[in-house]
């Protein structure tokens, strides 16, 4: 196993710059995850660390050995593509040998190294099968077990779950989660599902343009977004310009006609306009049964969505429209258009000057 280290990484094609001087260093052993939107860098970066974008400027260290100028098969890296990239005419014990045969491994141990992987990713009774006569999940572990069965340093995942149905998703999820327990090697894994990156990673890199916005581990990212754009991206609803104030020695954010109490130092002197970001679930709506007084802060429901387990409901306060996270069996209480009690964890709103 290798720790990864990247100095001013830096990739432009033309005007576009795709790779902004990015630093980074991934432990040995870490399970990171490059999260961001389409077009923020995250692919180029994983591709320059396996060899397939040659950088500008700036270089690429596996385990302490600088492997900038090294084409991709000298890095001991194994990659797992979006694709899969299975050969079709293959069976699965041929598709997963092929690296060792280009290694020129004797054909004992190639059977044995095979037959160990399979049965890890648990595709030993079907290793005569063609690729075509798999679904996405056991391609998707056939690819797994071609990237490991070479034992590479480094394991770099480009988006691998994602042509996958959300049921295989979260058992592929679970599969990878085991497989980097068992296996211990660093794995570096890009992917623009948040949900994902939070469950499997133990550091999360957040890219935007062409450089790191945040790193840090999945729940303090999380909870205490470094931007507005971060704070946006994993999860946050923005909200109208406000202004902070001060009330008895307690931070206060006002926006049009609602106040809302802040947690802990504001991050502006009083008097500042500032950009606010909500996330849904620290807002807590609840039934008013007719005729009761409205205490606290009341609203008016303007929409429900239901997806699946969860549901949101937009709730408007004085005028500000706020986003309300819950589970579907407790919105069955509220409609469109009726008077809710509404409750707001300070922790769940995060100011930006």
Do not use: W
Not at 224 to 253: N, Y
Request: hydrophobic share 45%.
């Amino acid at each position: 196993m290798a720790d990864i280290t990247l100095t001013r990484l830096s990739k432009a094609y033309g005007p576009l710059t795709v790779l902004d001087a990015v630093s980074l260093a991934v432990p040995d052993g870490c399970f990171c995850a490059l999260l961001g939107p389409s077009g923020s860098g995250k692919t180029s970066l994983l591709r320059a660390i396996a060899g397939f974008v040659e950088p500008d400027a700036g270089t690429v260290a596996i385990g302490g050995r600088d492997v900038t100028a090294m084409p991709p098969y000298q890095r001991d890296v194994g990659i797992v593509f979006q694709s899969y990239a299975l050969f079709p005419h293959l069976s699965v014990f041929d598709n997963v040998a092929f690296g060792l045969r280009m290694r020129r491994l004797g054909a004992e141990e190639i059977a044995g190294r095979v037959g160990r992987m399979l049965a890890l990713v648990g595709m030993e009774a079907l290793a005569q099968r063609k690729p075509a006569q798999l679904s996405g999940g056991q391609q998707q572990r056939v690819a797994l077990a071609r990237a490991l069965v070479i034992r590479p340093k480094v394991l770099l995942l480009d988006e691998p779950l994602s042509a996958l149905d959300r049921k295989i998703r979260e058992e592929m999820r679970d599969e990878i989660k085991r497989l980097h327990r068992e296996t211990g090697i660093t794995t570096i894994m890009v992917t623009h599902d948040q949900e994902e990156a939070i469950d499997l990673a133990d550091e999360l890199v957040l890219m935007h343009d062409g450089a790191i916005h945040q790193r840090g581990a999945p729940d303090e990212i999380y909870h205490h977004p470094a931007s507005r754009f971060v704070a946006d991206f994993m999860g946050g609803r923005p909200l109208p310009p406000g202004v902070l104030e001060q009330r008895a020695g307690m931070p206060l954010l006002r926006i049009e006609g609602l106040e809302i109490a802040l947690a802990g130092s504001p991050p502006a002197v009083s008097g500042a306009a500032v950009q606010a970001v909500v996330q849904p679930e620290y807002v807590r709506v609840r039934a008013m049964p007719k005729g009761e007084p409205g205490t606290g802060l009341v609203g008016r429901v303007r929409a429900v969505s239901v997806f699946g387990a969860v549901a949101r409901a937009d709730v408007d306060v004085a005028g500000v429209v706020l986003p309300a996270l819950m589970f579907s069996g407790d919105v069955r209480a509220i409609a469109v258009d009726d008077l809710v009690a509404v409750a707001i964890d300070p922790a769940g709103i995060h100011c930006f000057a």
